[in-house]
């Protein structure tokens, strides 16, 4: 059993920044033993969306919307994948999960972390 646990989430104004934490944990496990760690988002009333990865080897991938804004980064040691946040908009609110792509299994999720921008 994998267990994703965000933090980090909250009010902020537009062009503020946060961090998102999502601490991994279970039997065995390693975020550099998946194929990949990240994070995706969901709006009210809209699909979730790929917001971020980072792969085996550290190559970090981001959507279009959040380059240069966002940054992913993992600690092996924490066992710990994080996302900077800056410049944030208020086309940003969303809840924030982490995910866990691991061989042969279905993807593991967090529960989420509310970001809300807003003045």
């Known amino acids: 059993q994998v267990q994703l646990v965000e933090s980090g989430g909250g009010l902020v104004q537009p062009g503020g920044s946060l961090r998102l934490s999502c601490a991994a944990s279970?039997?065995?496990?390693?975020?550099?033993?998946?194929?990949?760690m990240g994070w995706s988002r969901q709006a009210p009333g809209n699909q979730r969306e790929w917001v971020a990865s980072i792969s085996r080897a550290g190559r970090t991938t981001y959507a279009d919307s959040v380059k240069g804004r966002f940054t992913i980064s993992r600690d092996k040691v924490k066992n710990t994948v994080y996302m900077q946040m800056n410049n944030l908009k208020p086309e940003d609110t969303a809840v924030y999960y982490c995910?866990?792509?691991?061989?042969?299994?279905?993807?593991?999720w967090g529960q989420g972390t509310q970001v809300t921008v807003s003045s």
């Open positions: 279970g039997s065995g496990f390693s975020i550099v033993g998946t194929n990949a």
């Open positions: 995910f866990a792509k691991r061989p042969g299994t279905p993807d593991d």
